[in-house]
């Protein structure tokens, strides 16, 4: 789940099984195509999706992952390149937003 200002913006849900031959890795992007699709109800946030569905990519899903299909983990993966003990780099947003241009859009016509 994403919040901004105390609100909840996105929720990300799934449901799997715990491979037991092996430790795997299951990504769960918070993805901004799916602000709004949560309501807040009684303190609890929920999805706006219909049950067994969650947002990817602004559109519900099933939320069913088969483990057998996840990749096994990978500190590298995790840790850009290191091993969670340093030696990692981490993606540099400032300087890709740095050479940012603005567009117009036309909204009547989007």
Same mark, same amino acid.
């Given at each position: 789940m994403?919040?901004?200002?105390g609100?909840?913006?996105? =929720? +990300?849900?799934?449901v ?5 031959? +092996?430790?795997?890795?299951?990504? =769960?992007?918070?993805?901004?195509? /799916? ?6 109800r009684?303190? +609890?946030v929920e999805?706006? %999706?219909?049950?067994?569905?969650? /947002?990817?990519?602004?559109? %519900?899903? &099933?939320?069913d992952?088969? @483990?057998?299909? =996840?990749e096994?983990? @990978? ?6 390149g290191?091993? &969670?003990?340093?030696g990692g780099? /981490?993606?540099d947003?400032?300087? /890709?937003? @740095?050479s ?6 036309? =909204?009547?016509?989007c």
């Amino acid at each position: 789940m994403a919040k901004q200002q105390g609100k909840a913006r996105t =929720l +990300r849900e799934a449901v799997t099984t715990v491979p037991q031959d +092996r430790i795997a890795m299951l990504r =769960l992007p918070i993805q901004w195509l /799916c602000d709004g699709f949560v309501v807040e109800r009684d303190g +609890r946030v929920e999805s706006t %999706c219909p049950d067994g569905q969650t /947002c990817v990519a602004g559109e %519900c899903v &099933g939320t069913d992952i088969d @483990s057998s299909t =996840l990749e096994d983990y @990978s500190p590298e993966a995790v840790y850009g390149g290191g091993s &969670g003990a340093g030696g990692g780099a /981490c993606f540099d947003t400032e300087a /890709c937003f @740095s050479s940012a241009t603005s567009a117009d859009v036309e =909204l009547s016509n989007c």
